[in-house]
């Protein structure tokens, strides 16, 4: 099964995020990740939604997300053609002895440590999907006591928007 990243603008109002959760929970597509923001234009936010369906079924999802009133454009992001991004928090289990090799290990991901208790170390890293896949098995050594992942936020790369024309439907619609 593939993963298609979509990018969804949609009007900033309440209950937009359950319809279109709903959407995908009703025709049982699943949701690998998803991740709202504002946008530069406060009526208007971006969803970024990563889902693993074959292309046929990724057609039909495109189709009934257009179907929902407040849905303003969507395109699917071709992962050459941009940056996707994912931020990753892992807090492990350190002793004063074992904090320099984790700064150290911090240091050759280009990873922070954002957190130093008596007992833990927090790290942040900030990449692609397989960067932060390749930092946490390292540090299951040390003894992972937590880890969150927030979802994929995408752009296309280049001059491409997905923003352009929007603001004129907007002013339509509103």
């Known amino acids: 099964m593939q993963t298609h990243t979509l990018s969804v603008l949609v009007e900033n109002r309440p209950g937009v995020l359950a319809r279109i959760s709903g959407m ?37 999802v495109i189709k009934q997300l257009n179907k929902l009133v407040h849905v303003l454009k969507i395109i699917e992001l071709d992962p050459t053609e941009s940056v996707q991004m994912e931020l990753q928090m892992v807090k492990v289990s350190a002793d004063a002895s074992q904090r320099a ?15 130093v208790d008596a007992d833990t170390v927090t790290i942040a890293i900030a990449g692609n999907t397989a960067r932060l896949g390749r930092l ?6 040390y003894g992972i006591r937590e ?6 936020v995408a752009i296309a790369r280049g001059d491409r928007s997905i923003t352009d024309g929007s603001r004129l439907r907007l002013q339509r619609v509103v």
């Open 101 to 115: 090799d984790l700064f150290a290990l911090a240091e050759v991901f280009g990873a922070e440590v954002v957190d």
């Open 24 to 60: 995908f929970s009703r025709r049982s597509y699943n949701i690998h990740s998803l991740a709202v923001g504002p946008t530069d234009d406060e009526r208007v936010s971006r969803l970024t939604i990563v889902v693993g369906t074959d292309p046929v079924h990724l057609e039909q």
């Open 147 to 152: 880890m969150v992942r927030s979802g994929t």
């Open 136 to 141: 946490a098995p390292l540090l299951e050594a």
